[in-house]
């Protein structure tokens, strides 16, 4: 095989993109649109960018495996902050790629620390409550 073959044929694998896939620990990270209340109590854990194709091979990949492999990209850099959903913005407009951002969020933890101080309230407070009405 000649230089200029071998040439070819490196410069072709090194054009081929890869589609970003979840990880174990990404898959447990949702992904929210348009959905603000369910942020309402969640704790701000930072800013995370995915994107996938470039202007050279956007053409190897479906716009599907490209959203996918963005959407797969924002779970891990979410997870990595310490994150359990994502919150996007609105997605940005580039030819050949998908590129959105967003806003990470811890929302279990906070959700489960208010669950269990409503229901100390709730089971503190209960009796007073049924011990003033039974008096009257």
């Known amino acids: 095989m000649n230089f200029r073959a071998i040439l070819v044929l490196l410069l072709g694998i090194n054009l081929t993109a890869c589609v970003t896939f979840p990880t174990e620990e990404s898959a447990q990270v949702k992904i929210l649109w348009e959905n603000s209340v369910a942020i309402e109590n969640c704790t701000y854990k930072g800013t995370v960018i995915g994107s996938q194709g470039h202007f050279y091979d956007y053409w190897l990949h479906s716009d599907r ?7 797969n990209e924002l779970r891990i850099k979410g997870h990595a902050l310490g994150a359990d959903t994502v919150y996007l913005y609105q997605p940005l407009k580039f030819l050949g790629s998908v590129t959105m951002m967003g806003n990470a969020y ?14 100390t309230l709730d089971s503190t407070s209960l009796p007073s409550q049924m011990n003033s009405v039974s008096s009257q």
Do not use: N, P, Y
């Open 65 to 71: 495996d490209m959203v996918w492999g963005t959407l």
């Open 106 to 119: 811890q929302c279990a933890e906070t959700q489960a620390s208010e669950d269990k101080a409503s229901e």
